[in-house]
């Protein structure tokens, strides 16, 4: 079975568990290349959010902010790619951005009046879509009098350019006993659903072999 056949054909495909973190999907009669191809693509070649700029107004925790701006950057975001554009592809054209490929969030802690954890469900987004996967992840300590005020970008990105954007934690491929079958597991970092993580993935891979066949064609012309 060609791949193309597949992307028209999800019949190749069976569902054998899912919650709101991880699927496993028995993919039937498609040869190992092109279920290897898609696992790679739902691991890190899915466009997900994640905070890539940062500008530090005030930092007085004990984190220096190199530290600090890390952490940010590896807390995964929700997204939308049916509203947004990643920046490569983005009709603004722009080093910036603009509001349809890039969010802008957040984050002031205020002065602290006790030693405190400081989690992710205080960082505000300007759209309600983009925002942290979830409000308790710890990002830094405060102690009494000691503050953080951040404004922050997230923007698109693939898992290729940085691990920040993998679309998933996990994605596994094993062979069954039967010839071109084999079991794709894909966990979600949250992101994404793990089901628009292998749908978007199939069209990934689908279009790039599209382009590979176009520039075959143009070589041969």
């Not at 084999?182 to 994404?192: K, R």
Request: proline share 4%; glycine share 4%; net charge negative.
């Amino acid at each position: 079975m060609e791949f193309e056949d597949f992307v028209q054909d999800l019949s190749s495909v069976e569902i054998i568990s899912k919650n709101t973190k991880k699927i496993s999907v028995k993919l039937k009669g498609i040869p190992m290349q092109y279920a290897n191809a898609l696992r790679r693509i739902c691991l890190n070649g899915v466009p997900v959010f994640a905070i890539d700029t940062i500008d530090i107004i005030e930092n007085s925790s004990v984190l220096p902010d190199e530290g600090l701006a890390h952490r940010l950057g590896l807390i995964p975001i929700t997204t939308d790619l049916s509203r947004f554009n990643e920046p490569s592809k983005c009709d603004c054209d722009s080093e910036t951005g603009c509001s349809n490929c890039k969010v802008m969030l957040v984050l002031d802690t205020g002065e602290s009046d006790v030693t405190r954890t400081v989690l992710s469900n205080e960082i505000s987004s300007e759209d309600d879509s983009i925002k942290p996967v979830s409000d308790k992840i710890a990002i830094v300590q405060l102690a009494p009098g000691q503050r953080i005020k951040i404004e922050c970008y997230a923007r698109l990105g693939r898992g290729t350019e940085h691990a920040k954007w993998n679309s998933a934690n996990i994605s596994t491929l094993i062979e069954t006993d039967k010839k071109d079958e084999s079991v794709l597991t894909v966990e979600s970092t949250g992101a994404l659903s793990p089901e628009q993580i292998i749908l978007s993935g199939v069209n990934e891979v689908s279009n790039r072999l599209a382009e590979f066949k176009d520039m075959i064609v143009q070589i041969k012309e």
